[in-house]
Nanobody, 115 residues
Framework: QVQLVESGGGLVQTGGSLRLSCAAS????????MNWYRQAPGKQRELVAA???????NYADSVKGRFTISRDNTKNTVYLQMNSLKPEDTAVYYC?????????WGQGTQVTVSS
């Protein structure tokens, strides 16, 4: 069983920064790709960033150059550093991974960027 718990969301002004964390339970953390998704009101959930077990990263075009995903396998934690935040980044952010054809999601953390 995999459990994912996000933290670090909040209210920030345009141009500000936040760092999200996702703590994972289970023994598989170091061998799976970890993802951050977000879902804004009335919109579909979208992939924001991903990091493989080897540390390769991928970003949505809308966040490239502003967001950085990283992981600490000794702490079973993945991070999302978000800089130069914009109002359009407002959403619930979810941590996700996939193992044995099952998807695991955290409960989400709200990020609100005021203009």
């Amino acid at each position: 069983q995999v459990q994912l718990v996000e933290s670090g969301g909040g209210l920030v002004q345009t141009g500000g920064s936040l760092r999200l964390s996702c703590a994972a339970s289970g023994r598989i953390f170091s061998i799976v790709t970890m993802n951050w998704y977000r879902q804004a009101p009335g919109k579909q959930r979208e992939l924001v960033a991903a990091i493989t077990s080897g540390g390769s990263t991928n970003y949505a075009d809308s966040v490239k150059g502003r967001f950085t995903i990283s992981r600490d396998n000794t702490k079973n934690t993945v991070y999302l550093q978000m800089n130069s935040l914009k109002p359009e980044d407002t959403a619930v952010y979810y941590c996700h991974n996939r193992w044995n054809n099952l998807s695991y999601w955290g409960q989400g953390t709200q990020v609100t960027v005021s203009s």
